[in-house]
Each structure stands twice: as structure tokens, then as C-alpha cells.
């Protein structure tokens, strides 16, 4: 372990001006970001923002069109091999072999490191370990389901050690147990040093697990900061989430127009942020409008996503 990177003063990434475009179209229009070693900082942005083509920048898949890429210290133009040598990656998309049994995945990826065979068995044990595989080490990939697909795929980006893990959609379509088994090892690789880079529609596993991170739209960030910094940056802290029968809505509307902020989210639900719930809600109730429940909840990160893309996440 590098202790330096620990102390997290040391920038491990750093992007500037960076643009990707396939063909005519600029999927990535010129983004800047730092991430410092030992941190988690996380990327979160509707389908299509350019969470996936920056990705695959800092890994190698995608070389980019313009500006400054710099992974591990090292420029992303002229050190492609290195940089793959110090990082793991988990796609978005399964690559796995699905013919090969879970083990020999492990093993066989090892050896593209050229770490000694030693070595490689005994980290195979401790990745399956780690991400509660042992059972299946004998089943093929295709006997997998898709959540082990995903467990294994994270197993797999650790095999070399890496000092970076590029993470895109780690939890997608993992079961409430083993999305908070990986919580609980992603949280476990940063405590080792190791920086993550990751991606996620769940804003719980953004705001648990990230230090700090980037909204991303339209191939461009349109914010940054730690997951408080971003509340209290874009949003009132207390949210009142109402539901009225559509035709008590626009009435309702109009009680609530004092508000910071209003949000509909359907036809029937209202996102009210306010300063002062109590007394918000207390005009509703004197108004009279036929309220068929009402929610009062602390504003998080959902909400910053909500207010500046205009879009709900998957919760
Ligand atoms: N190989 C490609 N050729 C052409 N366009 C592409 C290619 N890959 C991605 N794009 C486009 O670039 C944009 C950004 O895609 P990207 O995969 O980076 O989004 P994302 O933020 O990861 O979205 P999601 O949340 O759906 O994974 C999209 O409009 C997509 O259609
Ligand atoms: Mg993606």
C-alpha cells in the first residue's frame, strides 16, 4: 500500500478539455475533473450523458478525440499498456468467457499480467472469496446468474492488484443482499488505498460510497462537489412529497407556490423543497385541498439529480 496515496493529496486522474465524437456526433464536449488517490468519485447522469465513453477514455477502450487525459500520472496518448497494467476495470457490458468455468476466468485473465502462476491461484481464492463466488468456482459462466456474471466481473477487474478500479455499473441488476455485499467490498478496496471510479444510477450507492462526484448531461458536467456539497449547493434540505387526485393538483399548485422550489413528477405527485416543512404543510392542511398522502423526507441526492437534469433515477 502507498501511503502517499492515502494522505489523498496526490491526483491520480486528471482530465481537462477532454472530448470524444463518434463520427459527427460528441458523445464527451469537453470535460475537466481531478480525483485524488484513495478517494471514490463517482459519475452519475441520465442514459447517453457520456458516462461510459469517459470510461472507457480512462481505460484504454476509446482513445479521445481532443484535450488531456492523465491515468496514474501517465498521459492516456502514450502509455496505453501501463495504464492497463495499473487499473481494473469492470465494463458496463459482460465480457466474461461464458464457456470457461468461473475459476479459470480468474486465472486465465491473471496470465495476461504475467504475474507468477503462484500468485494468480492464491488471488483467484481470495477474489471468489471476496465476492461470495467459492460455490460457483466449478460452474461455467453461462450457469451463472446475471448478479454472479456482475460479482465476477468486479472479481476479475481485481486480479492484478490495480491501485485504480473503473467501475461502470458495477450493481446494475444485483439483488438488494449483493448490492450491499459490494458495497461493503468497494468500501473495503478504498480503505486498502485503492481509487474508484464509478458509475451508478442508484443514488444511495452515490452517496454512500462516493467522496465526491460529477452530474453529468448532454456530454458535458453540470456539477461537482461532495454528496452534501451538491444538496446544499442545488436543493432546500426538507422535501415534502405530495400526491393529490389530478384535479385537486393545480389547486394544490398554487398553495404551494411559496415553496423554493416545486417539482412534478407525474400527474399526481408534487416534489415541494422548503426551508420549513411545518409550516408549508400547514397551509396545505388549512387550504383544504384534498391531499392523499404526504411524505416528508431530508433532500439527497435524487433530488440534485431531479433539479438539474429533470429527470428521476431508478430507485
Ligand atoms: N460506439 C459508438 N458510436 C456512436 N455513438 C456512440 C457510441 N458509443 C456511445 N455513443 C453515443 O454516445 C452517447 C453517450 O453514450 P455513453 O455510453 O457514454 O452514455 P452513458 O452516460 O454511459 O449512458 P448509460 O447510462 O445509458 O450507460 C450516446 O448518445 C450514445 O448513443
Ligand atoms: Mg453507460
Known sequence: MNAERNTGAESTLEARALKKSYGDFEAVKGVDFRVFGGECFGFLGPNGAGKTT????????????????????????????????????????????????????????????????????????????????????????????????????????????????????????????????????????????????????????????????????????????????????????QVLELTADHRSLEELLSVVEGADSVERTGDETVLVYTEDADTLLENVRSSGVDIENTVYRQAGLEDVFLRLTGRRLIE
Open 54 to 237: 469517459t470510461m472507457k477514455m480512462i481505460y484504454g477502450a476509446v482513445i479521445p478525440t481532443a484535450g488531456e487525459l492523465a491515468v496514474a500520472g501517465l498521459d492516456v496518448y502514450h502509455h496505453e499498456r501501463e495504464i492497463k497494467r495499473r487499473i481494473g476495470v469492470v465494463p458496463q457490458e459482460n465480457n466474461l468467457d461464458d464457456e470457461l468455468k468461473v475459476r479459470e476466468n480468474l486465472l486465465i485473465y491473471g496470465r495476461y499480467y504475467d504475474l507468477p502462476r503462484k500468485v494468480v491461484l492464491q488471488r483467484t481464492d481470495e477474489l471468489l472469496d471476496f465476492m461470495q463466488l467459492s460455490e460457483k468456482a466449478e460452474a461455467t459462466v453461462e450457469q451463472l446468474s446475471g448478479g454472479m456474471k456482475r460479482r465476477l466481473l468486479i472479481a476479475r477487474a481485481l486480479i492484478n492488484d490495480p491501485e485504480i478500479v473503473v467501475l461502470d455499473e458495477p450493481t446494475t441488476g444485483l439483488d438488494p443482499q449483493a448490492r450491499l455485499l459490494v458495497w461493503d467490498r468497494l468500501r473495503e478496496l478504498t480503505t486498502e488505498g485503492k481509487t474508484l471510479i464509478l458509475t451508478t444510477h442508484y443514488m444511495e450507492e452515490a452517496a454512500r460510497l462516493c467522496d465526491r462526484l460529477v452530474i453529468m448531461e448532454g456530454g458535458l458536467i453540470i456539477a461537482d462537489g461532495t454528496p452534501g456539497e451538491l444538496v446544499e449547493e442545488h436543493v432546500s434540505p
